[in-house]
């Protein structure tokens, strides 16, 4: 993953940790204290947030305890992982750049793209001016590499 994803997720851990936890287990005790656990839905509203937050932990700890931390600025040439890609597709001509990175990064909205999506895949390995075809769901698209940079 790229550094500022491994930030991202490291802010997202202490955010857990830090603020909600804490609120949540503040939350269940203020229910605890309104009486009949059984018809309470604040104290069951906050259990199942609670264990929400507990597997989310879980997950990010598990994520960057295996997390290989990549520095794009230090690679070049063709489309790699951290590669900020910028394409034409060849029929509408409408220009796209997405940043490719790991699957807990990944946020099209964004501008990154999951390693492992079907237009990262095509591009993997490809130069400027290649020409790359994807099967998208909509059927066969054609791209053109405009430009490749690291940063």
Known sequence: MTRAGYVALETELKTLKVEERPAIIQAIAEARELGD????????????????????????????????????????????FGATVTIV??????????????????????????????????????EEGDSVEVRTPGGLKDYEILSIQYK
């Not at 839905?41 to 990010?60: D, L, N, P, T, V």
């Not at 520095?71 to 070049?76: A, E, N």
């Not at 220009?95 to 079907?118: C, D, F, M, Y």
Request: hydrophobic share 35%; glycine share 8%.
């Open 37 to 80: 656990l059984k018809e309470n839905a604040e104290y069951h509203s906050a259990r199942e947030k609670q264990g929400f937050i507990e597997g989310r932990i879980k997950e990010i700890e598990s994520v960057i305890g295996l997390a290989e931390v990549i520095d794009p600025t230090t690679l070049s040439g063709s489309v790699k």
């Open 89 to 126: 597709d060849e029929e509408t001509d409408e220009e796209k750049t997405w940043q490719i990175v790991g699957e807990h990064e990944a946020n099209i909205e964004k501008g990154l793209l999951n390693i492992r999506s079907p237009i990262a895949r095509a591009l993997i390995g490809k």
